[in-house]
């Protein structure tokens, strides 16, 4: 069965506490991989899309990269509001995408 | 460029009552998807619709239906309302399958 798994759960990071979170996947065969974020309450913002081995796209602090088996996104320096929950999520070749459960982030000044 | 939009932004229902929710999607976009999202959960598929028809659905009982309006606009469908039915419901549209999509503010829904 396909599936979207994402560590940390939590992590908690001083303001220029530089971190990367993970999404590991086990799919049949992979289209694509994106990766959101998303605040309370509210619904998930596109962040990036990685669609082969490899592949890196960077986004002001954030960097994000993908293997056959993972994907990683880098936050360098982070700043308070940067705090937020990133979803990883899958597409195998069908309709459906699989998202993981999340990373919480919480950056303190 | 407006972007996916949802309504109504919250709804409470009681059990056993219906609700229909509704999204439109971003300019230029064909394709809508409806996820299901509990607290601390990352969304869950229920639903693709293109051209009018339901492409795929995930692991959800037929209380849950869909529709698609020939100006792409969609509405998710609930009866029989249940407890675990409580969620953040999210539409996300893109242009082409399995393309990134984008998502729409949620609405929140609360069974009593």
């Known amino acids: 069965e396909d599936q979207v798994t994402q560590s940390p759960e939590a992590l908690r990071l001083q303001e220029g506490e530089s971190s990367s979170l993970n999404c590991s996947y086990t799919v049949s065969g992979l289209r694509g991989l994106f990766w959101y974020r998303q605040d309370p309450g509210k619904g998930p913002e596109f962040l990036f899309t990685?669609?082969?081995a490899g592949e890196e796209k960077e986004k002001e602090r954030l960097k994000a990269t993908l293997t056959k088996k993972e994907s990683f996104l880098h936050i360098t320096a982070p700043k308070p509001e940067d705090s937020a929950t990133y979803l990883c999520a899958v597409n195998t070749g069908g309709f459906k995408t699989i998202f993981g459960a999340g990373t919480r982030l919480f950056v303190k000044a | 460029d407006a972007g996916v939009t949802q309504s109504p932004t919250h709804l409470i229902k009681t059990r056993g009552q219906q609700v229909t929710l509704r999204c439109s999607p971003k300019s230029g976009h064909d394709t809508v998807s409806w996820y299901q999202q509990a607290l601390g959960q990352g969304p869950q598929f229920i639903f693709q619709?293109?051209?009018?028809?339901?492409?795929q659905r995930g692991n959800f009982p037929d209380r849950f239906s869909g529709h698609q309006f020939p100006n792409y606009s969609s509405e998710l469908n609930v009866n029989a309302l249940l407890l675990g039915d409580s969620a953040l419901y999210l539409c996300a549209s893109s242009s082409l399958r399995g393309d990134t999509q984008y998502f729409g503010p949620g609405t929140r829904l609360t069974v009593l």
């Open positions: 990685l669609y082969s």
């Open positions: 619709y293109y051209e009018e028809e339901e492409r």
